[in-house]
Nanobody, 127 residues
Framework: QLQLVESGGGLVQPGGSLRLSCAVS????????IGWFRQAPGKERDGVSS????????YYADSVKGRFTISRDNAKNTVYLQMNSLKPEDTAVYYC????????????????????WGQGTQVTVSS
């Protein structure tokens, strides 16, 4: 059983930065991959980035490469998403999710390939 709680969302101007946090708890944490997803109004919930708690390997959606960085602090049981050079199209509810690490995924993967979900945090990029 894995539990996740997101925080750090808010309102930021275009070009600004924001850091999201995902506090993770549960047994055998090394066996999970943590993904960040986002869902804008009227859109599907799409993968943004992911990181393996086992070995630290990462994936990024093409739309955020070079702007977003995912990282982990295993001592704090926390995964971060540093978001720089934010654009209005980044506006969405951001979710962190946990999925078993050995599940076959392409890149970040699809939302249905993750079993555990946080409550979401709103990110709004607007001037």
């Amino acid at each position: 059983q894995l539990q996740l709680v997101e925080s750090g969302g808010g309102l930021v101007q275009p070009g600004g930065s924001l850091r999201l946090s995902c506090a993770v708890s549960g047994f055998t944490l090394d066996y999970y991959t943590i993904g960040w997803f986002r869902q804008a109004p009227g859109k599907e919930r799409d993968g943004v980035s992911s990181i393996s708690l086992r070995d630290g390997s990462t994936y990024y959606a093409d739309s955020v490469k070079g702007r977003f960085t995912i990282s982990r602090d295993n001592a704090k049981n926390t995964v971060y998403l540093q978001m720089n050079s934010l654009k209005p199209e980044d506006t969405a509810v951001y979710y962190c999710a946990g999925g078993v690490a050995f599940r076959q995924r392409i890149g970040v993967g699809k939302s249905y390939e993750y079993e555990h979900w946080g409550q979401g945090t709103q990110v709004t990029v607007s001037s």
